[in-house]
């Protein structure tokens, strides 16, 4: 749930928010009290629209009041529980941003099938979810009480949004669950801004969005399909029914080839304007690096020494001192952000390209569309998608774009949602459209090395070591940015833990570099893996896939709905020896596996010497995103992964092992 843009209202900067991918719904006037209950509602069993269904939203109501000052949104939602999985609706979640719009007034109540009502008189509690640049994603969550199969429940709130604000607005029609019924408003705020909405993929027999003559826009559904979650599926906001709703300060144009050449020539101004202090730059270049350095050495050093500087984009916690000093004037250009020494991501990533251009390299300002929560295409006519920016160098007849404004992002490559998509080259004509390099799987991988005791009793003990590179190593570093020592160290455990398919025993041995982005995140173990070799008569069994749990599951289902999508490319190298017990020898090993091409590659290999083996494993995957008409034969392609991980080295004991 991304932060989407910014724009000025009076003076005042304004966040747009996240799409409410989530948002429950209110009723008459969403927000006023809780409507009757039908008899035929109660005594539902179930909706012949949706079989099996463990419950249905029965009514859902968004009533969204974009007023510029205290802007608010009314939601509302009646949920009817058919089984015992459907139960656990009685536990809401309802998503916030913190400090940029907050949840009041909540309200909520069960229905027991006899009509009876329990009113909820608990407590909502505060939860956080995710925490990424500085932004704290929380939830306010609370349990309705006594929810019983064929009760309804039901529930009401408000988002409060920060004054003086307006948000773009969006209403996700698609729920977790099979909707009978919903109804949407919007009253757009009435300033000197103008709003247009787009939909997509609408329930059938649902009619467009309709402006009142009071300018309230309406839309109302019934019987909207519960969204289908799958595993590696595409930005689920992406693929939902819904409504977008774009204010903007000046006129929309229709034509899309004049919209995107009037709003690149604005983009180039401004990024001209703020990079443009050549004799600056230069000065600054000098201190860099040296005049005998290659164009490449240039470059290197460039990017490594933006990557030094403080990136305000991504603390979590501000000091008072810190608070202070946002309030100074806002950093103008890339001068004043070397002088200071520390700037946004956006900002870092334009003082890169400031420092390129000054070390005497072709370079240009890209706008890209992060695809991490939707996929971007000019015909939507609207700038705020192309919401993230890059570099793009030319160097040695090649073309490479950088970010070194999103920490740990290793030189030469780019943070994963803006690797793949469409983005905006920048010039003075209006710009071309470009799409972004897709880093090979060999750039990004797990390596897996082990060196292994057997026991006579059949357990596996040892060292590990685990080395993430590229994109694997960044996404980590990210993920644990604002961790301490104690979570970080559980989880790596954890993710060694999800390797292996029984329960083992891990334990961190080195304290990993967290901090660097140019070097790889190396995690060191001592491992041990009980009843690993198991017995049949007078021979032992080994299984060779000891770290293939994260491919035992996966797409096992017989049908797929939404295509597969794949963050990124990526590769996983396992080398493990495993000493035998004296006198232990190998009756048989499995024939070595090579399966796959160009882009999907799975390699086994078991081999033996006088008293150990040597196992290795590579699977590899260089897709991103997968039509769901390839997708038989792409498990087709994991069953014989899962197939080949399941053979079985075929040991003989010693006699004093086989008398035991």
Known sequence: ????????????????????????????????????????????????????????????????????????????????????????????????????????????????????????????????????????????????????????????????????????????????????????????????????????????????????????????????????????????????????FIYSDEPFESDVDKYWKKVGKQLNGQVESFVGKRKAMEEAVAQIVSPSDSPEGKLRKIYDRVQQFRNTSFELQKTEQEEKREKEKELSNVEEIWKRGYGSARNLTWLFLGLVRAAGIEAYAVWVSDRQNYFFTPGTVDRTRLDTNVVLVKLNGKEIYYDPGIVFTPFGLLQWPETGVMGLRLDKDGGTWIKSTVPQSSESRIERKAALRLSDTGDLEGKLSVTFTGLEGMSRRLEELHTDAAERQK?????????????????????????????PLVAEFSVKIPGWVSGAGRRALLPVGIFSATEKHVFEHANRVHPVYFQFPFEKDDDVSIELPANWEVQSLPKPQSQGGHVIVYKLQAEKSANSIHLTRKVSVDILLLDAKYYSALRDFFQIVRSGDEEQIVLQPGAASASN
Request: aromatic content about 10%.
């Open 491 to 519: 989880y790596l455990e954890e993710q060694v833990k999800e390797y292996i398919p029984v329960g083992a025993e891990v334990d961190l041995t080195n304290q990993p570099d967290w901090k660097s982005a140019s070097q």
């Open 1 to 244: 749930m991304p932060l989407r843009r910014v724009v000025t209202v009076a003076g005042c900067t304004a966040f747009l928010i996240l799409a409410a991918s989530e948002y429950p719904s209110v009723t008459v006037h969403a927000g006023m009290g809780f409507q009757p209950i039908s008899p035929e509602e109660l005594k539902m069993t179930s909706e012949p629209l949706a079989p099996g269904a463990p419950a249905i939203i029965l009514y859902r109501q968004v009533d969204r009041d974009d007023n510029g000052r205290t802007s608010h949104e009314d939601n509302y939602v009646r949920i009817k529980i058919f089984t015992e999985e459907g139960r656990k609706q009685a536990n809401v979640e309802i998503p916030f941003v913190k400090d940029g719009y907050d949840v009041s007034r909540v309200r909520a109540r069960t229905i027991r099938p006899d009509g009876s009502v329990a009113e909820f008189d608990g407590k909502v509690f505060e939860q956080s979810i995710i925490k990424a640049r500085g932004l704290k994603i929380l939830a306010k969550t609370f349990t309705l009480p006594d929810v019983q199969i064929g009760s309804i429940i039901e529930y009401f709130f408000t988002y409060d949004f920060r004054e003086y604000a307006i948000y773009d607005s969006h209403w996700i029609l698609s729920q977790e669950l099979f909707t009978r019924a919903a109804k949407f408003s919007l009253k757009p705020y009435a300033g000197n801004f103008n709003v247009r909405w787009m939909w997509h993929d609408l329930p059938p027999g649902t009619n467009q969005p309709t402006e009142a003559a009071n300018h309230i826009v309406r839309l109302e559904a019934r019987n909207i399909p519960a969204f289908q979650t799958e595993d590696f599926m595409p930005p689920e906001n992406d693929l939902k029914a819904r409504v977008d």
